[in-house]
């Protein structure tokens, strides 16, 4: 089984490109969907969570805003709240690998956002980066509610720039010539990993 690791930076288009995977057959397995699992009612991180940091639970379920507020700009906080989630995401993943093995899948994507960031590209065969010029990035960012320019800036900081992405990736998919492009390319980079296998 081939394990492709799809990662790009915020408003690259990597949730859409995720869907393109998943559109032609491949297991994805969705990292940000697994955390927001998690942190819902009844997720296995809202307890842990709530004893870091008293206050971010509301109704039952983690509030993304109070958490963020708890932990943006704090490197120390950040990583209490990595040690919880990261080994609960983990051990949610490997459920996702035995399905796709017992359902004699050859190729699985896993969406990670900050593949680079967490060395989540040394546990992968091969890494996708989704990517888009710089303007198109921003436009499509600072378009989404309650989004602004202060908020996109802390989470660039976070990323690996997209340059440095594009650079190290196996493939790049440039999102911004329009959905046909972007499909085009998700089956030709399918079409090269199985000739390869």
């Not at 950040?78 to 459920?95: F, K, N, T, Y």
Request: aromatic share 4%; hydrophobic share 50%; no cysteine.
């Amino acid at each position: 089984m081939i394990i492709v690791g799809l990662t790009g930076s915020i408003g690259m288009g990597k949730s859409t490109t995720s869907a393109m995977f998943e559109a032609e057959g491949v297991p994805v397995y969705d990292s940000d969907g697994a955390v927001h699992a998690l942190y819902a009612v009844g997720g296995a991180a809202v307890a842990p969570v709530e004893a870091a940091f008293p206050g971010v639970v509301v109704d039952g379920a983690i509030d993304r805003t109070r958490l963020s507020a708890a932990v943006m700009g704090n490197p120390e906080a950040l990583q209490r709240l990595e040690a919880i989630v990261h080994p609960l995401v983990g051990a949610d993943r490997i459920g996702f690998f035995e399905k796709a093995a017992a359902d004699s899948k050859d190729i699985v994507v896993l969406d990670v956002p900050l593949l680079y960031e967490t060395g989540g590209d040394k546990r992968v065969h091969k890494v996708v980066v989704v990517s888009a010029p710089a303007d198109v990035q921003r436009a499509r960012v600072l378009a989404r509610p309650g989004m602004d320019e202060a908020k996109l800036e802390a989470i660039l900081a976070r990323q690996l720039p997209d340059a440095e992405k594009r650079a190290r990736a196996d493939f790049v998919i440039d999102t911004s010539q329009g959905l046909d492009h972007a499909r085009g390319q998700v089956r030709d980079i399918l079409a090269r990993l199985r000739a390869t296998a």
